[in-house]
């Protein structure tokens, strides 16, 4: 019996010794050698400075990118990335994570991944390991577990009275009854009390809802690039629910001929905007890592007010956009980017110059 061929071996061989078409409309651009760079969210930084002395001495950018984001994958007290990254609304952390590598234009990602501490790794086994670009659930438990990694609980305990917390106090239509111990900080916000865990009030119920996120891109000293994405996505989300981070184009994408990006914030605007994939287009353009981070950014304030005619809550009292997205943006020549639709905040930034530091983020609506 033969082998019926796959996706990847038929391709192969249908491509083999064939001429392509030249249906370029603009010569491909390269990257910049010997300059190797990063750029990613604020939580960036810690693993950013573990890793920068030996991506910059050479380091490949998918393996030092992956390194940066698996900082905070196993840092329990970053509340929005693996260990310690706040529950689904049944108190259960799932997971997602991607990443993206240049030179083969391939990626990976595994979505609503539960008890393992690095989903990052994942992806990248995803990647490498098999012909897709997306495996979820328990498929992707069963898939880490198969290459070894170990089963984890990542719900510590301060993330157990948080989500305990939320859910006492979602409803007063339920059998629930909220602990009571309440009392104000010294900024006057409300610290609310579980089982001797003091959590502030804002944090859990306020405008502020806990989505955070780390990216990281690189540009490698060889001239690679790769980016990845990895969150425990927005705290007390539905079961099943899947955000950007994953997601190609919108969490995060690279193009060898344009250069990289990646967000942080609000999942769902980063998916209807295509948001990464839209700036590395820009950049193929031509546009600065700048200018195309607040070109989108603003179609995002137009899509959400276009959102608010079924979802008022998408905007405030002046037409701005109510939530928060960030992107990071790396071009082909080391320029980078960090821009937030408003505030303030900041992002990190690795340079030849200056190694790792953070940086002011750029508002499209400053207050
Ligand atoms: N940006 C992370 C999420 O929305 O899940």
């Known amino acids: 019996m033969t082998t019926p ?16 078409p030249a249906v370029h409309t603009q010569e491909p651009r390269t990257a910049a050698k010997g300059r190797p760079t990063m750029v990613g969210s604020a939580n960036a930084l810690p693993g950013m400075l573990e890793q920068w002395e030996r991506f910059s001495g050479g380091g490949d950018p998918l393996d030092h990118a992956i390194e940066v ?13 693996g260990l310690g990254g706040l529950p689904g609304e049944n108190g259960i952390v799932t997971l997602d994570a991607a990443v993206m590598h240049g030179p083969t234009h391939n990626s990976g990602a595994v979505a609503a991944i539960e008890n393992i501490l690095h989903p990052s790794e994942v992806a990248r086994l995803v990647m490498e ?34 989500w305990v917390a939320w859910r006492e106090r979602m409803s007063t239509d339920d059998d629930r009854l909220p602990a009571r111990k ?31 996120t780390i990216h990281c891109s690189a540009l490698g000293a060889n001239g690679h690039v790769a980016c ?18 994953p997601i190609i184009g919108a969490g995060l994408y690279c193009d060898q001929e ?14 209807l905007s295509n948001g990464s994939f839209a700036i590395v287009e820009l950049l193929r353009k031509g546009a600065s890592p700048l200018d195309a981070g607040m070109e989108v950014l603003g179609r995002i304030a137009r899509q959400a007010r276009r959102g608010a005619k079924w979802q008022p809550a998408l905007v405030d009292d002046d037409g701005r956009p109510a939530f928060g997205v960030k992107f990071y943006i790396l ?37």
């Open 258 to 271: 344009a250069g990289s990006a990646g967000a942080t914030g609000r999942g769902e605007s980063a998916i």
């Open 331 to 367: 071009g082909l020549d080391g320029q980078t980017a960090g821009v937030t639709l408003k505030g303030k905040g900041n992002y990190s930034v690795a340079t030849p110059e200056n190694g790792p530091e953070r940086k002011p983020l750029t508002a499209l609506f400053p207050k």
């Open 228 to 245: 990845t994405t990895t969150t425990s996505g927005l705290s007390w989300k539905i079961p099943g629910r899947v955000g950007d981070s």
């Open 129 to 162: 390991r098999t012909d897709h670009c997306l495996i979820v659930g328990r498929g992707a438990y069963e898939f880490a577990r198969m290459h070894g990694h170990d089963h984890v609980e990542l719900l510590t305990e301060k993330a157990r009275k948080a």
């Open 69 to 81: 984001v698996k900082f905070q994958e196993r840092n329990e007290k970053d509340s929005s990335v």
């Open 5 to 20: 061929p796959t996706r990847r071996t038929f391709l192969g061989a249908a491509l083999a010794g064939a001429s392509l």
């Open 182 to 212: 309440k009392k104000k900080d010294e900024r006057g916000g409300l610290i609310y009390e579980v089982d001797g865990e003091k959590l502030a009030l804002e944090e859990l119920f306020g405008p502020k809802r806990p989505t955070g």
